[in-house]
């Protein structure tokens, strides 16, 4: 009689937990049906897109940037398809303690298997419960990578999984105790040492069994009835959201930024024919997002990893990548549901005209609620949040299931700038200096060349065409050509160059600002027209080579402008002098005894994964000590200036440049170096006040890789850098 109760109820579980989870994928499917389409090639190549699935998930190469971690989540992911057949058998041993799988049931290779995998995984489970502990936020805070994830969906995920992989062993246990357990001891140890303490009681299986089953199905129930439960669903739609990423070769959706396209999604948005009421001018309602977009929410599973990292966030800022992906995710499943039955708030609002006491005031505040707005007006996300972030990449770099969040923060930004024209004001003044003078100075255009003058040879200055015989287009960047400290790192390459034998030119007058910080803020149409205007200048001139000292420049003339037609090969400064010191052209020889710290550009490091040439550079000049910060290279913190951020102030919490500096101090360096020209104003302002509260020494200063290279080129105090640094 047990046994005939213990089944039915099973059976009846699992019919349940079957329909549920189906229902559940349904809505799941239909949510996500309900963005917009996404640009081409998001769906093919089928192979290659699958191959870097297949690598991602089973190679956990994402997860494994934590090595520990990763490998317990590995054991903990291959667990759960191995143990269905536990499952599958545990519906037989309810009715029947007895019995078996058929055919492999006694093979020592299934026992072993499961006994490896189970064990391993309820030590990995485990393991992973109890660092949630050590790194909550209950013992860190704000900052716990945990902080913002709903905790009782991961104490449950943790609870279910340690419950089934114990129900397993206690199953083996009893069937050792019973005699009808066919493995070797060497192979099932764990289950050989319960079954000697276990009775050979079969009720007592086919209960321990039924309970497996239960919590297993309630399981599926629990996740048909949160959908919005990432850490539980993330299983399923990872490798559907890794397969459709941005990139099918693998690397995450950073270097260029996301093309704004027109309402088929096939088309880039031509501000020509556009229409605001058909075309997408960014992200306005959740709707809005590609259903890529939608997906990336539904996936996220709360780990942090993003969290983590974020400087917005480490700095005591309102922006948390995690929580920004949850609330973009509770608000799109708040809303879906009207949505697909086409309840808007427009013809709710229709109806509560027509008959107001059976208005659903509720559901027309859902619809209404703006995304972008403060909490007096309801908005999902805050400005302070929006426009908190860098564009640094930091978390989408760490994402393992490989979330773009910075394509979502650029489209709400973009809503909120061409369509609201709602955005810091201070960044007016950055649009109105673009617009009019074609650098964010509003500097007049022959104040591109002044660097040029104060220097003791010629540098070419492109008129139409570029020079016979030029090798290279030297893009000096705005920062470059007009900002003081900027300008020395300029003359510092050009004279490089000069020294090795480079042919190169410039563009003087000619050169427009990229147009990055525009698209950055949001204002696409700025940084098309200026992007448009230079890649008729490049290409008139004949351009097809460019060296670009500014990573941002780097960064949007190779990675952008092919979207605009602009196809140069385009390299880092650092790389071009890396080369050149490694084929001889270039021989440092002065040593520089110093202890420097190199702090990694986002955009150069982060976004084009160019870390090495500026490491190299500094290897090759004799007296030169490194010592790294704790944040470099892919985990690299942010000097504060990308995403626009460089004109907009900063009000809230610490200064990322501080707290960037309050890290590179912990190395006690004579010097800073980096290879990008915002990094070395943000460093150079956030030092120049350390000094001032007497927290640096008096001789610390931020150079570029290049300086320090000439420096030790030219041997003695190089032109470029005169009065700015004397040590004793
Ligand atoms: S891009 Fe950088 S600043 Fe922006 S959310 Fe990601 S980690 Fe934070
Ligand atoms: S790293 Fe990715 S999965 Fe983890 S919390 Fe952030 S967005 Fe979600």
Redesign the pocket.
């Known amino acids: 009689m047990l046994y005939i109760v213990l089944g039915i109820i099973t059976t009846l579980f699992a019919v349940v937990g079957v329909a549920m989870f189906a229902f559940g994928v349904r809505r799941m499917v239909q949510t996500v049906r309900l963005g917009r389409p996404v640009e081409d090639g998001r769906t093919g190549p089928f192979g290659r897109r699958l191959t870097t699935t297949l690598i991602e998930v089973l190679g956990h190469t994402r997860m494994l940037k934590r090595p520990w971690v990763g490998i317990a989540h590995w054991f903990v992911m291959v667990s759960f398809p191995l143990l269905v057949f536990t499952v599958a058998e545990a519906h037989g041993e309810v009715w029947d303690p007895h019995f078996h799988l058929p055919v492999i049931h006694d093979w020592t290779v299934y026992g072993l298997a499961i006994e490896v995998i189970a064990g391993l995984g309820l030590a990995a489970i485990a393991g992973l419960a109890v660092y949630r502990q050590i790194k909550g936020p209950r013992r860190l805070g704000r900052g716990s990578?945990f902080a913002n994830?709903v905790h009782w969906t991961a104490y449950y995920v943790e609870a279910y999984i340690i419950a089934l992989l114990a129900a397993i062993f206690v199953i083996r246990g009893f069937k050792v105790a019973m005699d009808e357990f066919p493995f070797p001891v060497w192979a099932t140890p764990i289950s050989h040492a319960l079954g000697a303490v276990l009775p050979a009681s079969e009720p007592g299986l086919a209960l321990v069994a039924a309970f497996k089953l239960i919590i297993s199905w309630l399981f599926f129930m629990v996740l048909a009835a949160v959908v919005t439960m990432?850490i539980g669903w993330?299983r399923f739609t990872a490798p559907f959201n890794i397969y459709f990423k941005r990139d099918p070769e693998g690397s995450p959706a950073l270097g260029a930024a996301k093309p704004m396209m027109d309402k088929t999604g096939k088309k880039p948005l031509d501000f020509e024919e556009a229409d605001p009421d058909e075309d997408p001018f960014g992200v306005g309602r959740v709707e809005d997002f590609t259903w890529k977009g939608l997906l990336?929410f539904s996936?996220?599973?709360?780990?942090?990893?993003?969290?983590s990292q974020c400087p917005a966030w480490n700095t005591g800022k309102p922006l948390s990548?995690?929580k920004l992906?949850?609330d973009l995710r509770d608000h799109a499943y708040a809303k879906a549901p009207y949505l697909m039955q086409g309840v808007t708030a427009e013809t709710l609002e229709e109806k509560a005209a027509e008959d107001a006491a059976h208005a659903d005031t509720d559901v027309l505040a859902l619809l209404q609620r703006p995304l972008v707005g403060t909490e007096e007006e309801g908005g999902v996300i805050h400005p302070d949040v929006l426009w908190s972030c860098t564009n640094c990449g930091a978390?989408v770099e760490?994402?393992?299931?490989?979330?773009e969040?910075i394509d979502h923060i650029m489209d709400m930004r973009r809503y909120q700038v061409m369509i609201e024209s709602s955005f810091p004001s201070e960044a007016n003044t950055l649009l109105k200096n673009l617009e009019n003078k074609g650098n964010p100075w509003g500097m007049a255009e022959d104040r591109r060349m002044d660097w040029i003058a104060e220097l003791d040879f010629e540098v070419p200055v492109v008129e139409d065409k570029l020079p016979d015989g030029t090798e290279y287009l030297f893009w000096v960047g705005c920062a470059g050509a007009l900002e003081d400290r900027a300008k020395k790192t300029t003359k510092a390459i050009a004279e490089l160059l000069h020294t090795a034998g480079v042919k190169f030119a410039v563009l003087g007058g000619m050169e427009a600002c990229t147009g990055d910080p525009a698209r950055r803020l949001g204002m696409e149409y700025v940084f098309q027209m200026l992007a448009q205007q230079n890649v008729e200048t490049l290409n008139e001139a004949g351009v097809t080579k460019i060296v670009a000292s500014c990573p941002h420049c780097f960064n949007t003339l190779g990675n952008e402008y092919p979207q605009l037609g602009g196809e140069y090969d385009v390299v880092h400064h650092s790389q071009l002098l890396a080369r050149l010191v490694e084929e001889g052209r270039l021989t440092p020889v002065q040593p520089i005894e110093e202890n420097i710290t190199y702090h990694d550009p986002c955009f150069l490091g982060r976004h084009n994964k160019v870390y090495t040439p500026p490491r190299e550079i500094m290897a090759q000049v004799p007296g030169i000590t490194t010592k790294e910060m704790h944040r470099h290279k892919e985990r690299g913190f942010c000097c504060g200036a990308g995403g626009a951020r460089m004109w907009m102030e900063e009000r809230i919490g610490k200064r990322i440049n501080t707290e960037r500096v309050d890290e590179a101090l912990t190395t006690d360096p004579d010097t800073v170096s980096t290879a990008c020209p915002f990094c070395q104003v943000m460093l150079g302002d956030a030092i120049n006040e350390k000094k001032s509260q007497g927290q640096a020494k008096e001789t610390l200063e931020v150079v570029d890789v290049s300086q320090l290279l000439l420096r030790s080129v030219k041997g003695g105090s190089a032109p470029a850098e005169e009065g700015e640094k004397e040590k004793a």
């Open positions: 990578r994830s990432g993330h990336d996936t996220c599973t709360e780990c942090g990893r993003c969290q990548p995690k992906v949850m978390c760490q994402c393992p299931v490989d979330i969040h």
